[in-house]
């Protein structure tokens, strides 16, 4: 098993990760080899809640251009976790 801070990159804070925080629901940037499982451990760990349910993507990077140089942002993966009724993480 991994350990937890090196499965729970960030908890990003986006647009649309704002939007689902009334349905208790929060968006983390994770490691791309982590599965559902480790992850709903490392967020109970971490933040001591109680997971429902884990929804993960992995996000492809985009082709980028500087001037002349071509490159690429780097593949990632997001996970949104949704929390037990009557839990709540602190995101101030």
Known sequence: MKE?????ISL???EKGTKLLPFNKYVFAV???ANKVEIR??????YKVKVKDV???????KKKRVRFVEG?????????VTLK????IDVT
């Not at 451990?41 to 971490?46: A, D, L, N, T």
């Not at 929804?55 to 990077?61: F, W």
């Not at 009724?85 to 709540?88: D, L, N, Q, R, S």
Request: proline letters at 3%.
């Open 72 to 80: 690429k942002t780097s593949d990632r993966k997001k996970a949104v």
């Open 85 to 88: 009724p009557g839990e709540k």
């Open 12 to 14: 990003l804070r986006t």
């Open 4 to 8: 937890a801070y090196s499965v729970i």
């Open 31 to 33: 490691d791309r080899k």
């Open 41 to 46: 451990r490392s967020v109970e760990e971490i």
């Open 55 to 61: 929804n993960t993507s992995a996000v492809r990077g």
